[in-house]
């Protein structure tokens, strides 16, 4: 066996996630944030804002659909510190957007809460306050010069289901189907790949089933850092005997070893081992692992024959397809032993009960949709779908990031729904194409585009290539942003155009209550109430009354979508599976979405049978830039939001850095602390800091959004994903 397919128990004690140290940091938070707030943000019924596994809502703060509360998570606390600040002073927008400039993601988020309409005129070097009222007629006005095409409307998944749902109905009404959220950076291979293979594309697992899974596959996921609590599943899933087995180049900390900070027995005893089973293959190989370990079940005789004869299709091209895929081209594309793969084929052979997760390390690739489709297929050689406790989960981002997508912010929208909505409303929407977030700037990038509408997220930093990012964004005419707190999307990207930000109110500031979903299906009910600022508004306020302003006077009055019961009901009369969303209101009753769980095995195709499906390798790389590069997160930070620049897991301080493999560090001579280049087809980042790390050869690693500089827009053609995480690169020696 392989060293880097080794059994965990080989690695030191040392190796811990989690532990005193994250105690003491939450703690740190906790009182910067003062006690009585904390306690009040935490305790109030309001959903989790930070990652999509789902936490709170009506079984109160910390709290999972299960009423189990495992232990306070980190993230969510860090969330709710960028909220719970005092406001930004107006006097500071006296200065330029160049002294703006000068500061870094996290001094921007730390600069406090909007707490007033900004606007900047095209060409002017600085923001300035503005009223409400004045504010919504510039932006009604500038729309309406516009021709609906040639705007897009973009929001991140934190925002909730009414607001999103009154933004999608907003842009369709006004007449563009350029409509997308941060999915199109995220997981929609997932969504693309699962609808090819099970006909739906979420989770086909309740968190409950969880609890009876022997087997819990966790590939291109680092769920420590991005979905703490998981971890706790991971962890009970090793104590009552069951297996995990991660898939991942690099040897994450935090899922060899993890320390519960609620558990005295897990932190005396300096963590619980949380993989059973550790593969680490090249960046961008999870296709040929994927495929080598359906030729080994193969060979295994280890299939669920009967599962496969009834419930599925496409099988005999799937075999046919391994079989003619010599081992060799597999190992080497993944760089794993045969042997290694074997022995995890067999540990998927003895399992009943399998649940697959993944993540970014899976999405993030040219072929994502085939990575996702491939793991698929495994899950139905062994007839791990539509049975309790087994089925496929993906690890999903921000807090309602499914949401979003659910209530139909995305470019298309099935035919069925469309006329749902047309007969609900007494009105007619446009059937144009729409376009995926990429495709919008890089329209905006040809100047295409006179005017976007962005609800939260900071879409400058989340796109590849960042030079191509700030000139497309700089070539829209008109942006109106509606925003918590400033970023530096709000900064560059902004010298020739207009912009209007718009402040609003956080999750549980809502005036009005709120629904989210979790990964699971699971939508929850956030009270909102609590109120911290004087001039911010609701999303769906600020929608409700553009709208009104911008839309001709029609059938029904667009302002009354203010009140989000009434958004609610048109959700449940229009989306599938909603229906118990219309009295969500007044009943409290949180619910999981309708025909989403597969506890039998029917799929959503229209013969009811799931679908193999058979890939070829990707070609190899290109000869001038030798490694991989993939952009990562750290513990913290969300997203483009920088709360610390260490990264406690992984042992860096800073995050100007390139984590190194120790083949590569040998072969060039590196050090921990020496400097290096990373260089790529589309820019340079120098003067980095060396970091050892486990990783395979030619592999590394650096965090996002500081590495988008290298990262070109190629894009996975069938999800438009972008490549983050297989970026052809060079590493040189030296700055
Ligand atoms: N702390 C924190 N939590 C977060 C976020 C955050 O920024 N910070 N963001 C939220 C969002 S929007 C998302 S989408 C999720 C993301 O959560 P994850 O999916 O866990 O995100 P990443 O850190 O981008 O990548 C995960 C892992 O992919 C591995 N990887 C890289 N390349 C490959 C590969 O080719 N194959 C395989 N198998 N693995 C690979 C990396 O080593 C890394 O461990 O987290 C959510 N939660
Ligand atoms: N290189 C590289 N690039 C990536 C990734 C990667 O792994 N590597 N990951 C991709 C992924 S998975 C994702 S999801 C995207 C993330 O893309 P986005 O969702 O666009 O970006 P975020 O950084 O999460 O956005 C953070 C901002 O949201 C705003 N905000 C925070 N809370 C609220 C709120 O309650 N309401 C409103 N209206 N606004 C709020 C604040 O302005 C904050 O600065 O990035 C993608 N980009
Ligand atoms: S695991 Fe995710 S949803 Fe749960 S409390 Fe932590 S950040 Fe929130
Ligand atoms: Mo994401």
Not at 467 to 475: C, E, I, Q, V
Not at 596 to 613: D, E, I, M, V, Y
Request: aromatic residues 6%; contains cysteine.
């Amino acid at each position: 066996m392989s060293e880097r397919a080794s059994e965990t128990s080989a690695d030191p004690i040392t190796i811990v996630g989690g532990g005193p140290k994250k105690v003491l940091y939450t703690l740190r938070t906790l009182s910067r944030i003062g006690l009585l707030n904390s306690t009040k943000a935490l305790k109030a019924r309001n959903t989790c804002k930070a990652c999509g596994l789902g936490m709170g809502g009506q079984h109160g703060g910390m709290t999972n659909e299960l009423d189990e509360f495992p232990s306070v998570c980190n993230k969510s606390i860090q969330a709710q510190s960028s909220d719970i600040q005092p406001p930004i002073p107006n006097e500071l927008f006296e200065h330029t957007l160049d002294d703006f400039k000068e500061l870094s993601a996290h001094e921007l988020e730390h600069l406090g809460r909007l707490n007033t309409p900004l606007y900047k005129p095209a060409g002017s070097n600085r923001y300035q306050p503005m009223d409400w009222d004045q504010a919504l007629t510039l932006a009604a006005e500038r729309f309406a010069a516009t021709e609906p095409n040639r705007s897009f409307f973009y929001s991140s998944g934190r925002s909730s289901n009414e607001a999103g749902f009154v933004l999608q109905l907003l842009a369709r009404l006004y007449g563009t189907n350029n409509v997308n959220n941060c999915s199109y950076y995220c997981h929609q291979a997932t969504g693309v790949g699962l609808g090819n293979v099970i006909g739906t594309g979420t989770a086909t697992i309740s968190l409950e089933d969880m609890g009876g899974a022997d087997l819990i596959f966790v590939i291109g996921a680092n769920p420590a850092s991005n979905h703490p609590r998981f971890v706790h599943q991971l962890q009970h899933c090793r104590e009552r005997g069951g297996q995990v087995i991660v898939i991942n180049p690099a040897r994450e900390p935090g899922l060899v070893r993890f320390a519960v900070p609620k558990s005295a027995r897990s932190m005396l005893s300096g963590g619980t081992w949380i993989a059973s089973r550790y593969v680490q293959p090249n960046i961008g190989s999870d296709l040929a692992l994927l495929k080598a370990v359906g030729k080994a079940l193969l060979e295994q005789h280890a299939l669920d024959t009967t599962f496969i004869e009834a419930h599925t299709e496409g099988f005999d091209a799937y075999r046919t397809d391994l079989e003619q895929t010599d081992w060799a081209s597999l190992t080497s594309a993944c760089g794993l032993d045969q042997s290694d793969i074997e022995a995890l084929a067999a540990d998927y052979a003895r399992a009943e009960h399998a649940v697959f997760a993944w993540g970014m390390g899976i999405t993030h690739h040219r072929n994502g949709v085939d990575n996702v489709e491939a793991i698929a297929n495994l899950a139905l050689l062994r007839g791990m779908l539509g049975k309790p406790s087994a089925g496929l989960l993906p690890l999903r981002g921000h807090s309602n990031v499914q949401g979003i997508g659910t209530i139909g912010v995305k470019p298309v929208l099935s035919e069925d729904v469309l006329a749902a909505l047309e007969s609900h409303f007494d009105l007619e929407l446009p059937r144009t194409q729409g376009l995926d977030t990429l495709a919008c700037l890089r329209a905006a990038n040809a100047g295409e585009m006179d005017a976007a509408l962005l609800m939260g997220g900071n879409l400058y930093a989340a796109t590849p290539d960042a030079t191509f990012a700030r000139r497309a964004l700089d070539r829209v005419g008109f942006k109106l942003y509606l925003t918590t707190t400033l970023n530096q999307g709000h900064i560059h990207g902004m010298e020739r155009s207009e912009a209007l930000i718009l402040p609003v109110t956080a999750r549980d500031e809502e005036p009005q209550s709120t629904t989210q979903e979790s990964m699971f299906n699971y939508v929850r009910l956030s009270d909102g109430g609590i109120r911290r600022l004087t001039n911010v508004r609701s999303e769906v306020a600020i929608l409700a009354e553009l709208g009104k302003r911008l839309l001709p006077a029609g059938p029904f009055d667009f302002g009354a979508l203010r009140e989000h019961d009434r958004v609610r009901s048109a959700i449940a009369a229009t989306v599938p599976g909603m229906e118990a969303l219309a009295d969500i209101g007044t009943s409290h009753q949180e619910f999981t979405i309708g025909g989403r769980l597969l506890t039998s095995p029917t799929f959503n195709t229209p013969n009811g049978k799931a679908r193999f499906q058979v890939h070829s390798l990707p070609v190899a790389r290109e000869p001038d830039f030798p490694f991989t590069l993939a952009s990562i997160r750290s513990e913290g930070q969300f997203n483009s939001i920088i709360y610390e620049e260490s990264d406690s897991y992984r042992g860096t301080e800073h995050r100007w850095c390139v984590l190194v493999g120790p083949e590569d560090r040998e072969r060039l001579s590196l050090k921990a602390g020496d400097k290096a280049t990373l260089r790529s087809a589309h820019g340079v980042m120098e003067n980095l800091t060396v970091y050892p790390f486990n990783l395979p050869t030619g592999s590394l690693l650096a965090y996002y959004p500081e590495a988008n500089i290298l990262i070109g827009t190629e894009q996975d053609p069938r999800s438009q994903t972008p490549a983050f995480k297989s970026v052809p690169v060079q590493l040189e020696t030296g700055t």
